[in-house]
């Protein structure tokens, strides 16, 4: 079976990129919020593993590889659903994921790309995005200073925003920085932005 390279041949796709506690029932719950069909990619190969605490999750990404590994997967799922990929929401170790990929050219037919608190993306601050992303930081991170960042990367054009009295894990219900109403917050802004393209 041939698969068309036009956008207009796959129906929208939303592509979800996991924080190191990879694909947990909080996802497939915020996943099913969402308007469009959704694609998850997890650090995590095979069988979802339940992580009962954040150190142990981040443990277990490491010996995957971490962010590199994750970005390397991420590549190649990116690659094969090129055509029908129209936007990615990426969450801490995922954000940062997406990012490193953020210049690929598979990357063109997204019309949005949404990051939260992805950290190591102060690594790789020279990449110039193949679409429109937005970035958005909690406000305390225990090892950088996000606001630096955050202005930083608005001076080299970015749409950066710090998400003020938040911490490090704001959307995720498993993380000790979790906080409802911020979560709440951008699950709305998410479902305004995606609603258009399901409703087309």
Same mark, same amino acid.
């Given at each position: 079976?041939?698969?068309?390279?036009?956008?207009?041949?796959?129906?929208?796709?939303?592509?979800?990129?996991?924080?190191?506690?990879?694909?947990?029932?909080?996802?497939?719950?915020?996943?099913?919020?969402?308007?469009?069909?959704?694609?998850?990619?997890?650090?995590?190969?095979?069988?979802?593993?339940?992580?009962?605490? &954040?150190?142990?999750?981040?443990?277990?990404?490491?010996? %995957?590889? +971490?962010? @590199? $590994?994750?970005?390397? =997967?991420? *590549?190649?799922?990116?690659?094969?659903?090129?055509?029908?990929?129209?936007?990615?929401?990426?969450?801490?170790?995922?954000?940062?994921?997406?990012?490193?990929?953020?210049?690929?050219?598979?990357?063109?037919?997204?019309?949005?790309?949404?990051?939260?608190?992805?950290?190591?993306?102060?690594?790789?601050?020279?990449?110039?995005?193949?679409?429109?992303?937005?970035?958005?930081?909690?406000?305390?991170?225990?090892?950088? &200073?996000?606001?630096?960042?955050?202005?930083?990367?608005? %001076?080299? +054009?970015? @749409? $950066?925003?710090?998400? =003020?009295? *938040?911490?490090?894990?704001?959307?995720?219900?498993?993380?000790?920085?979790?906080?409802?109403?911020?979560?709440?917050?951008?699950?709305?802004?998410?479902?305004?932005?995606?609603?258009?393209?399901?409703?087309?």
């Amino acid at each position: 079976m041939s698969v068309s390279a036009s956008p207009a041949a796959a129906p929208p796709v939303l592509l979800i990129v996991t924080d190191v506690f990879g694909n947990t029932p909080a996802i497939a719950s915020f996943a099913r919020q969402l308007p469009l069909p959704c694609l998850i990619a997890s650090p995590f190969s095979g069988e979802t593993i339940q992580y009962p605490a &954040e150190n142990l999750a981040y443990h277990a990404f490491i010996a %995957q590889g +971490g962010v @590199a $590994a994750y970005a390397d =997967k991420l *590549s190649q799922l990116i690659k094969d659903h090129q055509s029908s990929l129209r936007y990615a929401i990426g969450f801490s170790a995922g954000a940062s994921a997406l990012w490193l990929n953020s210049a690929n050219p598979a990357m063109a037919n997204l019309q949005q790309a949404v990051l939260f608190y992805g950290s190591r993306i102060r690594d790789h601050r020279d990449l110039q995005p193949a679409c429109p992303l937005r970035l958005i930081f909690a406000e305390q991170e225990a090892a950088f &200073e996000p606001a630096e960042l955050v202005s930083d990367m608005r %001076q080299r +054009g970015h @749409a $950066a925003e710090l998400v =003020k009295g *938040s911490k490090h894990g704001f959307m995720n219900p498993y993380s000790s920085g979790f906080c409802l109403k911020t979560q709440e917050h951008y699950l709305q802004e998410l479902l305004d932005l995606t609603h258009i393209n399901a409703a087309a």
